[in-house]
């Protein structure tokens, strides 16, 4: 069955950088394009961030664009998120999802606090 | 990048049945037939309820349907039940891989 797992959320300063990643199981990873979604406390889905089955094309949310990275290692099935000058209002929970026009499969989620 | 626009909350009682709006825009919601539906329970991850439109993926009761016209596309949830209350998120792609969500509406069941 997919699975989606994610980590390396955690409590950081603003300004600091974090990496996540999304461990992909049960489907060829390589195939499907993935995204980045996070919700910040009582807040709504935010898109943030896709990237192509070959990792050919990335695409941005505004809020995060120039700050945020998304890559892939199709070798190891395994989907990053690079956090650079993270701000307080990036504190939300991280969710990985697959495919391309729709979100069929989440992880469970990692949450990243930022704060002084 | 836009968010779609939902009503914030929405309520029925059980056995009746309720709809959803989500309005977009031309470059959306009403250029694509990608418009897809999202439950979440409080604490959970979202789940997928509907997509391309009005598809439902195995597992989902046919009680939710989703429909467009124009910008704006609907879920409708009939036969309410108390497992029904949850929030709900419309999304849509938008071209170059990028899909917006809905502000998300509360499901309450009266």
């Known amino acids: 069955q997919v699975q989606l797992v994610e980590s390396g959320g955690g409590v950081v300063q603003p300004g600091v950088s974090l990496r996540l990643s999304c461990a992909a199981s049960?489907?060829?990873?390589?195939?499907?394009?993935m995204h980045w979604v996070r919700q910040a406390p009582g807040k709504g889905l935010e898109w943030v961030a896709v990237i192509s089955y070959d990792g050919s094309n990335e695409y941005y949310a505004d809020s995060v664009k120039g700050r945020f990275t998304i890559s892939r290692d199709n070798s190891k099935n395994t989907l990053f998120l690079q956090m650079n000058s993270l701000r307080a209002d990036d504190t939300a929970v991280y969710y990985c999802?697959?495919?391309?026009?729709?979100?069929?499969?989440w992880g469970q989620g990692t949450l990243v606090t930022v704060s002084s | 990048q836009s968010a779609l626009t939902q009503p914030r909350s929405v309520s029925g009682s059980p056995g009746q049945s309720v709809t959803i709006s989500c309005t977009g825009t031309s470059s959306d919601v009403g250029g694509y037939n990608y418009v897809s539906w999202y439950q979440q329970h409080p604490g959970k991850a979202p789940k997928l309820m509907i997509y391309?439109?009005?598809k439902r993926p195995s597992g989902v009761p046919d009680r939710f349907s989703g429909s467009k016209s124009g910008n704006t596309a609907s879920l409708t949830i009939s036969g309410l039940q108390a497992e029904d209350e949850a929030d709900y998120y419309c999304?849509?792609?938008?071209?170059?891989?990028?899909?917006?969500f809905g502000g998300g509406t509360k499901l309450t069941v009266l």
């Open positions: 391309d439109v009005s």
């Open positions: 999802a697959r495919d391309r026009y729709r979100f069929g499969y």
């Open positions: 999304c849509s792609y938008a071209g170059s891989y990028t899909s917006p």
């Open positions: 049960g489907f060829t990873f390589s195939s499907y394009a």
